[in-house]
């Protein structure tokens, strides 16, 4: 495919999902869909999939229920319109669907002050409730999301289990900060670690369990176990920006780099080390690993 031709269909695509955002409480068939794209239904869904990273049943099923999670904690509206709203045939079918996608009953989600309503989608685009949500198509040419294959060392950290969607993990992190800062915890000398069992493309809310974690010198704290991660070859990518934004990436990693880099996944945890700027609060360098062989 030449880039100019990739270009235009970039375009075609984000003119798509505008519509999608904006058209969420309407039927949205692919014959719809493809005719605003410009495309025969068959090419549309081939392409759509492969620059978005999911069919367009998937994304719109996505949008509607972050929408909904976003309701739930911003509105009053009873859990029974939510998922008429959602277009979802009835509020049990809702109700399961929340459940697996966001690992909490959606009554528990209204009250859990979870600091995020997205799930993960590796073009980032998300439902918002003001303006456009932006659009970074995957690549068609090389190896996209740069990445590195490195032997890493094991090491310990101090950790506790995450209760949630391992996308929601954030909460969990800023808890352990503060439990901490009265033990000589610094968010501005300490990184903090995020690990998950069960990660892999595909998996289920309900088969990932996540660690949040510091330093091995806070084991003594009440709480926390002593865990062993790294040791042997990973694919490394290396984030710095936003923090919102790496839930995503690590669905751009599993959509571009792990296929790029024709490794085999390992069972080890995978796992993320996070540095703090205070200077600049919204962002995180992050080393995210993934245990490979090659």
């Known amino acids: 495919m030449r880039q100019e031709t990739y270009g235009d269909y970039c375009q075609r695509l984000s003119d798509v999902l505008n519509y999608v955002h904006d058209h969420l409480n309407q039927s949205l068939g692919v014959q719809e869909l493809s005719t605003i794209g410009c495309m025969s239904p068959f090419h549309f869904q081939r392409v759509f999939s492969k620059l978005v990273g999911e069919n367009c049943v998937q994304l719109v099923r996505r949008l509607r229920l972050e929408r909904a999670a976003w309701q739930l904690q911003n509105t009053e509206k009873p859990i029974a319109e939510i998922a008429f709203d959602a277009e979802f045939e009835s509020q049990e079918a809702f109700a399961r669907a929340f459940r697996t996608s966001f690992g909490s009953p959606a009554t528990s989600f209204r009250f859990a ?118 040791g042997g070859l990973h694919l490394v990518v290396i984030h710095n920006g936003p923090g919102a934004d790496i839930g995503d990436l690590w669905f751009r990693i599993w959509a571009e780099a792990f296929p790029a880099s024709g490794a085999t996944l390992r069972e080890e945890p995978c796992f993320q080390i996070m540095r703090f700027d205070l200077s600049a609060p919204s962002d995180i360098h992050a080393t995210i690993c993934i245990p490979v062989s090659i």
């Not at 968010?187 to 974690?213: C, E, M, N, S, W």
């Open 113 to 230: 002050r979870w600091s995020d309503f997205h799930l993960l989608a590796p073009s980032r685009f998300h439902f918002t409730p003001e303006g456009r949500p932006r659009f970074e198509p995957l690549t068609m040419f090389g190896e996209g999301l740069p990445f590195e294959l490195r032997e890493i060392p094991s090491f310990e950290l101090a950790s506790r289990q995450h209760v949630g969607a391992p996308h929601l993990v954030a909460k969990s992190a800023r808890e352990l900060v503060v439990s901490l800062e009265s033990v000589g915890f610094d968010l501005d000398v300490h990184p903090v670690a995020t690990y998950a069992y069960g990660l892999r493309p595909g998996q289920a809310v309900k088969d990932i369990t996540t660690f949040v974690a510091a330093p091995q010198e806070f084991a003594s704290h009440e709480g926390l176990e002593l865990a062993r991660l790294g």
